[in-house]
C-alpha cells in the first residue's frame, strides 16, 4: 500500500506539472519533492527514490541527456526526415503565423484573441464603399454582362478606372487609394454581390496582380513607372504564373528563360537598345485572369545562366518579370470562357522572346527569388479574394432566400415555415457567419503586418466550399424561380461559376489534403521547424533543446486532453461568461486533443504523413474548424454579444466544433496503426464523442431572423449591394416583404372566412373583391393585400423567352390571367 501511494504522490505531481505546462525545471521539481515526501511521509523505497533521480538528472543534465535520449533520436531523425527542396524551403519561409499558432499550442490564449482590434474601415473608406462602390454596383447589368455583351460596359469599365478601383492596394504616393484590406475585400465583397465578373475585374489588378509584387520588390524605376499608371487604370495588369503542364503545381512550371546578351526595341518608349544583357524566354501561360486585355504581363518562369553571366549558379530559380504585352514576341488576347463568367480571362505563350535584365521585378538583385515573392504575396491575396465573393455569395443567398422563403406560399403557409426550408435556411445563415467572421479575423492579421500562409489555405478552401454549400441550399429553396435563367433570376451565376472559386488559386482538393495541414504542420507547431531545420544543418544542440520541449508538449496535450476529456471540459477557464464560455471551454479543448493527435501523427508516421493525404486533410480539418470557431466567438464579441445574434454565433461555433471534433475521430479511425490509434482515442475521446451538432431549435431561429427584417439580418448583410427599386429582382424582395408580413393577418382572415364559405368566387382577387364587398376587410387593407400580391407575383414570376431563346418580353413575364 506504501508503495502505491508513493506512485500515486508521484503521479499526481507529474500530472499537475504537465495539465499546467511547466518548465522541464520545475516540472522536475515537484517531481522530486514528491518522491521525497514518499520515502520521508510513507517510507517509500530508496531504489524507487534512486530511479526517480537518475531518470530527473539524465532529462536535466544536457551532456547526459544528449548522450542517452537526444543524441540517438538525432540520428535517427536525420535518415528518416525527407530533404526539402529550394521550393518547398522558401514555401516553409514566405509568410507569417499570427492566430494560428495558438491554435497548434493546445493551450490558445483569449486575452490575445480580444486583444486583436475589432475591424473597422476608415471614413475615407467607408465613403468610397458608400459612394463609388454604391455607384458601379447600380450600373451593372449581370445578365447583359454575361449573356449579351460578354463584358462590362464601357462605361462601367471607364467608371473603375476613373474611381481608383484598379489601385486600392497601391500607396498614395503612387496615386493609389492605400486601402487597408479589410476596405478592399468590403469593396470586392459588395460588387461580388452584384455580379461576379466585375468582382474578379476588381479583385485580380488589387490581389494577385504585378501591383503587389512592385510596392513589395519593384526597383523604384518600375515602382515610379507603372505604380501611378496601374492606379489610374491606365495599365491593365495581369499575372501569368499557371501552364497548361504545371497547374497546382505551381513550382514546377516548365516555362524557362536563359540568360544571354541581346537587342530589343522598347514598346514603350519606341527606342532601340542593342547588345544588352537580358533573357530569352519562352512560356505557354493559361487560366490568366485579365491577360486578353492586360497592356503589362507579371510572370513567373526557370531562369538558367548556362554562360555563368550572372555568376557561377547555373539553375537560378523561379523569377518573375514584367513585359508589356506590345512587346515583340508576345502572343495574347485570346479568352477563355470559365464557368459561363466573362470576367476576362485567356492564354498567352512566347518562344525565345528577349526582354532587358530590368524588366526582372527588383531587378538583377531579385533574379531566382520569384517563388518567395509570390508565396508571400499571394497569401495575402488569398485571404481577401476568393473568401471575400464566398461571403458575398453567403450574404446574397441570406438575403434574398429569407426574403423569398417569407414571400412564396404553398399550402397556404410561407415556404420558410416549413421544417425542411427552416433547415436549409439555418445552414445558410449559420455558413454565412462563419465566412464573415473567418475572413474578418485574417483581414484584422492582415492589416496589422502579417502575412499568414496557413490561415490564406483555411480561408481559401473552407469559404469557398461554404460558398458552395450556401448557393447550393438557395438555389433548393428557391427552386424553379432558380432554375430558370434569365434577368429576374440572381442566384444562377453564381451557381454556375462555383467551379471557378473551387479551382483557382490552389484546388481545393489539393489546399484541403495537402496545404493546410502540411504548412501548418511545420509553421505552426512549436518545435517541428526547429527540429527540421536542425538536422538539415546538423546542429545537435538546436535539436536537444526542441525535441525535449517537444517531448513536454506532447505529453502536456495527452494529459490536458485526457483529463478535460473525462470533465468534458466542464472546469477549463473561459475569458467570458455567459452563453459563449462553453465554446471557450471546447475550444480549448478540441485545441488539445488536436495537438495531441497531430503530434502522434507525426511520430508515428514521420515524413509518410504528407502522402497519407486523407489523413493530413482531417488533422487540417480540425486546425481549421477551431480556427473557424475562435474567430466566430471573436465576431461576436466585436458586434456587441447582443441577444438577436445567439444563435448566429451558437450554431456557427458549435458546428465547427463538432466539425473539428468529426475530424479527429475519421483520423482516428483510419490511422494505420490501430493500436496506437485505440490508445489515442482513449486520451482524446474517453468519453466518447461528446459534442453534438447545433439544436435544430437555432437553426429555426436563423431561419426566423433571415425572415423578417432586423438588425441582426442587417449585421449579417452589411456589405451587400441592396438595391431598392421595385423594378430590380433583388431590391423588389425587401418591397414584398415588408408589405406580405404587414398584410399577413388580413389574409389569415381572408383563408379563415374562405375555408368558412363566406367568400364567393373562383379566384383569390375575386374572393378579395369579395371580402370588401361584405366589409370583412376595409379599402385600406383592400388596397395593402393587392399591393403585397402584386409584389409577391413580382417576385415569384421567372423569365421565359420566345421558342429561339432570345432576349425575354417584359410584358410576357408579367402577363395575368386571373
Known sequence: MTALICVAVVLVA?????????????????????????????????????????????????????????????????KITPPMSQTEQEAVDAGTVWWDRDLFSGKPNYSRLHSF????????????????TEQLCAMLDDWKITHDTKDLSPEAWQFIKDNGFLGMIIKKEYGGKE????????????????????????????????????????TEAQKNYYLPRLAKGIEIPCFALTSPEAGSDAGGIPDYGLVTRGSYTDPRTGERHEDVLGIRVS??????????????????????????????????????????????????????????????????????????????????????????????????????????????????????????????????????????????????????????????????????????????????YHNTERMRKCINDAMDVHAGKAVCIGPNNYLAHGYQAIPVAITVEGANILTRSMIIFGQGAIRCHPYVLTELRAAMGNDGAAFDGAVIGHIGFTISNAVRSLLMGLTCGRFIGSPKSGATAVFYRNTTRMSSAFAFAADMGMASLGGSLKFKEKLSARLGDALSNLYIATAVLKKYQDEGATAEDLPLMQWAAQT?????????????????????????RRIVFPLGLTLRTAPDEVGTRIARLLMEPSASRDRLTEFMYKPTAETDPVGVLDHALKAVIATEAVEGKLRKASRGGQLTGLTSHAQLADAQTKGLITQEEFSAITRARQLKRAVIMVDDFDSQLRNPDPEVTTRSVF
Open 656 to 680: 465547427a466544433l463538432y466539425d473539428c471534433q468529426t475530424a479527429l475521430d475519421g483520423f482516428l479511425n483510419n490511422h494505420p496503426n490501430r493500436a496506437l490509434a485505440w490508445l489515442m
Open 117 to 132: 482590434p475589432a475591424p473597422k474601415l476608415t471614413a475615407e473608406e467607408q465613403a468610397f464603399i458608400d459612394g463609388p
Open 283 to 460: 512560356w505557354e501561360k493559361r487560366y490568366i485572369t485579365l491577360g486578353p486585355i492586360a497592356t503589362i504581363l507579371g510572370m513567373a518562369f526557370k531562369l538558367y545562366d548556362p554562360d555563368g553571366l550572372l555568376g557561377d549558379k547555373k539553375d537560378i530559380g523561379i523569377t518573375c518579370a514584367l513585359i508589356p504585352t506590345e512587346h515583340e514576341g508576345v502572343q495574347i488576347g485570346r479568352r477563355h470562357y470559365p464557368g459561363t463568367s466573362v470576367f476576362q480571362n485567356g492564354p498567352n505563350w512566347g518562344k525565345d522572346v528577349f526582354i532587358p535584365m530590368d524588366w526582372v521585378i527588383g531587378g538583377k538583385d531579385y533574379v531566382g527569388q520569384g517563388w518567395r515573392m509570390l508565396v508571400e504575396c499571394l497569401s495575402v491575396g488569398r485571404c481577401i479574394s476568393l473568401p471575400a465573393m464566398s461571403v458575398a455569395s453567403g450574404k446574397l443567398s441570406s438575403w434574398t432566400t429569407g426574403a423569398y422563403a417569407r414571400i412564396r406560399n404553398q399550402f397556404g403557409l410561407a415556404i420558410g415555415k416549413f421544417e425542411g426550408v427552416d433547415e436549409a435556411l439555418g445552414r445558410i445563415g449559420g455558413f454565412t457567419y462563419q465566412m464573415d467572421a473567418a475572413q474578418s479575423l485574417a483581414l484584422t492579421g492582415l492589416d496589422l503586418g502579417e502575412k499568414p500562409s496557413v490561415l490564406s489555405g483555411i480561408l481559401k
Open 179 to 218: 486601402f487597408s484590406n479589410l476596405a478592399h475585400a468590403r469593396v470586392v465583397t459588395k460588387i461580388a454581390t452584384r455580379s461576379g465578373s466585375a468582382a474578379v475585374t476588381v479583385m485580380v489588378p488589387n490581389s494577385l496582380g504585378p501591383g503587389e509584387l512592385l510596392q513589395h520588390y519593384g
Open 14 to 78: 507529474f500530472l499537475l506539472v504537465a495539465y499546467l505546462r511547466a518548465p522541464l525545471w520545475l516540472s522536475s521539481l515537484l517531481v522530486l519533492l514528491g518522491t521525497v515526501y514518499s520515502v520521508a511521509a510513507h517510507g517509500a523505497s530508496v531504489i524507487f527514490a534512486v530511479v526517480v533521480v537518475v531518470v530527473l538528472a539524465v532529462l536535466n543534465l544536457k551532456p547526459l541527456r544528449r548522450a542517452i535520449i537526444t543524441g540517438p533520436l538525432f540520428s535517427v531523425f536525420k
